[in-house]
């Protein structure tokens, strides 16, 4: 079946622009991560969904930094006002809830704020 | 709070040599661990996992990783290596709700 999509995969914005960031979870999944990759590093956590309620936010860097899930499905991940710091990768996953704790991956969106 | 360190950042390694990827965590009472493969501009893909049980674990594409709680270390081994097996490969500890990955080890297979 069809793995975790984002888009876009590359997202260009000027210093001060908000932008959007979507992802698809795999059909069925109730919980959905979002992290932040920079140049070099791991991927660090940002939130957690289960379905449509926000459990987790405690790694968003500032209140710039928004995400939603409202039907429990789709995630949009939204960023106000952007800064040059926020230029990473920003990767989706999903997964199943049960213990197995396994989390799928989407491709992820590459930021990059000029 | 919990840490992964990943001691190499880059592993040069010649095909169908061995190779091992050092991953090290934060001890904790109770740990779940994973290895993750990151090819260019591509997402994570999960090679295996510790849950529980046996502490060594196979995962996918000939990779094995054991679980050593007295060293609190988890790394990754293969016996032999193909170019494809070339990427960034991740260790990471956490649960349902959150992981927390180490900075990375690129391994680079030369032919």
């Known amino acids: 079946g069809a793995g975790v999509s984002q888009s876009p995969r590359y997202k260009v914005a000027k210093r001060g622009q908000d932008v959007a960031l979507r992802c698809d979870p795999i059909?069925?999944?109730?919980?959905l991560f979002w992290y932040q990759q920079a140049l070099g590093q791991g991927p660090e956590f940002l939130t957690y969904?289960?379905?449509?309620?926000?459990?987790?936010k405690s790694g968003l860097p500032s209140d710039r930094f928004f995400a939603e899930r409202p039907e429990g499905s789709v995630s949009t991940l939204k960023i106000q006002r952007t800064q040059q710091e926020d230029s990473a990768v920003y990767l989706c996953?999903?997964?199943?809830?049960?213990?197995?704790?396994?989390?799928?991956f989407g491709p992820g969106t590459r930021l990059t704020v000029t | 709070a919990q840490s992964v360190t990943q001691l190499d950042s880059q592993v040069p390694v010649f095909e169908e040599a061995p190779v091992e990827l050092r991953c090290n965590y934060s001890?904790?009472?109770?740990?779940?661990l994973f290895w993750y493969v990151q090819y260019p501009n591509q997402g994570l893909q999960l090679l295996l996992k510790?849950?529980?049980?046996?502490?060594l674990v196979k995962g996918i594409n000939g990779f094995e990783a054991e679980f050593n709680k007295s060293q609190t270390s988890f790394h990754l081994r293969k016996p032999s290596v193909h170019i494809s097996d070339t990427a960034e490969y991740f260790c990471?500890?956490?649960?349902?709700?959150?992981?927390?990955f180490g900075s990375g080890t690129q391994l680079t297979v030369l032919p």
């Open positions: 996953a999903s997964s199943w809830t049960g213990g197995e704790y396994e989390q799928y």
């Open positions: 059909s069925g999944h109730v919980s």
């Open positions: 969904f289960q379905n449509e309620a926000q459990l987790d």
């Open positions: 001890s904790s009472v109770s740990v779940y």
């Open positions: 510790y849950l529980s049980g046996s502490t």
């Open positions: 990471a500890r956490g649960s349902a709700r959150q992981l927390t």
